[in-house]
C-alpha cells in the first residue's frame, strides 16, 4: 500500500520562474494539504483540496495556486518565484473528515531552492 | 488565532534518560492535539495522538496526556534510544477546518 508520494524530490530554479509540484495521496485518501517548511521551522499550512476544490488556505499570497484531479492526486504550483520561497514543501493526505479527529499522512517533501 | 508553542531545543540525551518535550497550544474549542516526529531528510510521521481531555496517546514508548487545564500536551518516554534521534513536532487541528497547526519543532539527540 503505497503511502503519500511527491515528485521531484529536489528542485533548482531562479527568481521570477514558476514551478509545478506533483503529489499523489496514500491509497483511500480523498484530501490532500500543502505545507511549507522553511529551514528549522515547523510546516505552515498552505491550502487543502477535497472533491476538486480549495476548501481551506493559510495565509500565502495568491503566487500559490493548486489544484486537484478526479483521481485525488494534486498539485501545487508558485509563480513569480522568491528567494524566501525557499523550503521544503510537503503534501498531506487524508479523509474528509467531519469529526475532525483524523491525523493527516505525510509525504517525504519537495526540496525547493530558489537561486 | 490557533497556536502552538514547544521547548526550545535542541536536546541532547544519552540513551536510556527519560524524556520530556513541553507543548502547550492556544485554541478555542476543543482541538484535537498530535505528536508528528521527523527523520533526517524525511516527512512527518504521526506518532500518537489525542482527541478530547485526559486522553492519553501512547505509541513506541513514547506517551502524552491532553490536558486541558493546563492547555497542555507534554511528550515523555521512559528510556530514549539513539534510533529516537529526529525533530519532534506538536500539533493541533481545531473544530473548524481540516488543517493542523504546528510548533516549531524540537530537535532531540541520543548519544549512545
Known amino acids: 500500500d503505497a503511502g503519500v508520494t511527491q515528485s521531484p524530490t529536489h528542485l533548482i530554479k531562479t527568481r521570477g520562474q514558476q514551478v509545478t509540484l506533483r503529489c499523489s495521496p496514500k491509497s483511500g485518501h480523498d484530501t490532500v494539504s500543502w505545507y511549507q517548511q522553511a529551514l528549522g521551522q515547523g510546516p505552515q499550512f498552505i491550502f487543502q483540496y477535497y472533491e476538486e476544490e480549495e476548501r481551506q488556505r493559510g495565509n500565502f499570497p495568491d503566487r500559490f495556486s493548486g489544484h486537484q484531479f478526479p483521481n485525488y492526486s494534486s498539485e501545487l504550483n508558485v509563480n513569480a518565484l522568491l528567494l524566501g520561497d525557499s523550503a521544503l514543501y510537503l503534501c498531506?493526505?487524508?479523509?474528509?473528515?467531519?469529526?475532525?479527529?483524523?491525523?493527516?499522512?505525510f509525504g517525504d517533501g519537495t526540496r525547493l531552492s530558489i537561486l | 488565532g490557533n497556536s502552538v508553542t514547544q521547548m526550545e531545543g535542541p536536546v541532547t540525551l544519552s540513551e536510556e534518560a527519560f524524556l520530556t518535550i513541553n507543548c502547550t497550544y492556544t485554541?478555542?474549542?476543543?482541538?484535537?492535539l498530535f505528536w508528528y516526529v521527523q527523520y533526517p531528510g524525511e516527512g512527518l510521521q504521526l506518532l500518537l495522538k489525542?482527541?478530547?481531555?485526559?486522553d492519553k496517546g501512547s505509541n513506541k514508548g513514547f506517551e502524552a496526556t491532553y490536558r486541558k487545564e493546563t492547555t497542555s500536551f507534554h511528550l515523555e518516554k521512559g528510556s530514549v534510544q539513539v534510533s529516537d534521534s529526529a525533530v519532534y513536532f506538536c500539533?493541533?487541528?481545531?473544530?473548524?477546518?481540516?488543517?493542523?497547526?504546528f510548533g516549531p519543532g524540537t530537535r532531540l539527540s541520543v548519544l549512545p
Open positions: 498531506a493526505s487524508s479523509y474528509w473528515d467531519k469529526r475532525l479527529i483524523q491525523p493527516q499522512h
Open positions: 500539533a493541533l487541528k481545531d473544530n473548524y477546518g481540516q488543517n493542523f497547526v
Open positions: 485554541a478555542t474549542g476543543y482541538p484535537s
Open positions: 489525542a482527541t478530547k481531555a485526559d
